[in-house]
DNA sequence: AATTATCTGTGAAAAAAATCACAATATCAA
DNA sequence: TTGATATTGTGATTTTTTTCACAGATAATT
């Protein structure tokens, strides 16, 4: 029991990618046992290369005849990905975002859950909003150590995303998924990772353009 | 009036960035007049040196001694990344996530905004939901055309996704933003961008995990 | 006007990520 | 048993992305 995470340490990108597969696994494994890289491969968007690559990181082999065994490797990825014993989510900022990610997030993975919401305004305070309870962002320090929550989600205004940034690591967070379009502030000891939507969208906008070759199109 | 696009192929990171760039900029162009790549790079939180490549995209250039004229440099980002006359989307899929898009995207960009919203479920259709006119899908043909959109957000449930990725580009989507957990099969020429929830969440909860040092907290 | 200091723009180098390509291995057919 | 076939795991290679580092530029200072 001392292997997890100090072979080589994997990436981001390869973290994300085992996240996919292991979706894609779960859905397939009624079909299949077994699956070969390159199904793998296909179904993830991804080359076969990269999907073998990505599991060297879970420490499973599969086999040249068989390929790899759905059920197993989807243990190894869960035992890669998943937490040991369980941690515990907080949102902050209950609006529009807030809520559809809670809805999201609902009833799903037990060790990953969102266990509390803070909003500052008092009319979403203590209620529960969509099974979650929702508390005042006042007692963020007290419920997150309460809970011991290491991971946190923003999803307020820009304007109060790095106040609330910071709240979230002086209480323990070591986590962030940052829906705010503004760069955090944090120490280097805390994993953020962004997603921006008007930085995507402005990228698929670029990319739809130049995308499209010379003529085309102009339907009756 | 030739230049734009084939300078040597600006990579999506790339464009990404100057979106950021962007907002930030707009942000402090009210306190200075310019600023130098250092500035920006802080701000943004990536390096001096990436920020002076990505500036190079936009064919730009600073002076040694002031820096960057935040108008000018705006100005070319925006002619950068701004298209030439407008370009319409359409979000297929009004449920939570949907309507918190929306309201996200509401009033912004008049270029690049969402001009038509789709469901199935006939209580959102034929209703305008947050400002945006919201039809039934088997209308989506008809009016992407009309409208004359190249872009489409999916956010619908994910068992729809890849019908609704063929629609669209059916009638002419050459990018997609993806929120539905599911890689999308569309032709090359057409762009897409994936936003992955839980694979984002899972990211975080991993790195979350190893990116804490040794011994630490436990307040009293 | 010479000196100093500091920046930009960019070729070159480094680092990171993806892909190639092949030995090792397993299976099957004859 | 042998040969043919197909796949894995991974070293080597390629490609992509980031960073380095410095020539050239500009302004302030003496
Ligand atoms: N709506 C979207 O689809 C969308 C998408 C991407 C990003 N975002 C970003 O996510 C954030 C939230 O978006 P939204 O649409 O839900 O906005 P919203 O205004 O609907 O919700 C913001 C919520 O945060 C609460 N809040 C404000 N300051 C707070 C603080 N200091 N502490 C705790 N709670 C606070 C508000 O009371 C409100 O409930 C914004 O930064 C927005 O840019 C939104
Ligand atoms: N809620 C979130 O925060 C969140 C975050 C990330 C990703 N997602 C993903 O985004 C998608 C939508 O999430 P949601 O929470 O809004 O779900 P939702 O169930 O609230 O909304 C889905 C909407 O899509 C409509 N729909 C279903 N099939 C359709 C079709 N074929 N054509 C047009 N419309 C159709 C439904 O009528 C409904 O209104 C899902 O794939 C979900 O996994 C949601």
Chains 1, 2 share one sequence.
Do not use: W
Request: some cysteine.
């Amino acid at each position: 029991m001392n292997n997890s995470q100090k072979h080589t340490a994997v990436s981001s990108k390869t973290v994300g990618r085992l996240s996919r597969y292991r979706r894609l696994l779960r859905q397939c494994r009624e079909q299949e046992d077994c699956l070969f890289s390159h199904r793998l491969a296909e179904l993830a968007g991804v080359t076969p290369a990269q999907v073998r690559r990505d599991i060297m990181a879970v420490g499973y082999s599969g086999s040249p005849s068989k390929g790899y065994e759905i059920k197993t490797l989807l243990q190894h990825i869960d035992n890669f990905l998943d937490p040991p014993i369980r941690q515990p989510v907080a949102l902050v900022g209950v609006g529009n975002l807030g809520r559809a990610i809670l809805a999201f997030f609902a009833g799903r993975r037990p060790k990953l859950k969102i266990v509390a919401a803070f909003d500052k305004d008092p009319h979403k305070a203590d209620r529960v909003i969509v099974g979650c309870r929702c508390y005042p962002v006042e007692q963020l320090a007290d419920i997150m150590q309460n809970h011991g929550i290491t991971i946190g989600i923003i999803a307020v205004p820009a304007s109060a995303a790095q106040e609330t940034a910071a709240a979230l690591v002086a209480s323990g967070a070591t986590g962030i998924l940052n829906f705010a379009p503004t760069p955090l502030r944090v120490p280097a000891t805390v994993y953020v990772e962004d997603i921006d939507l008007t930085t995507s969208l402005d990228t698929v906008a670029y990319f739809a353009r130049s995308t499209r070759e010379p003529s085309l199109e102009r339907s009756t």
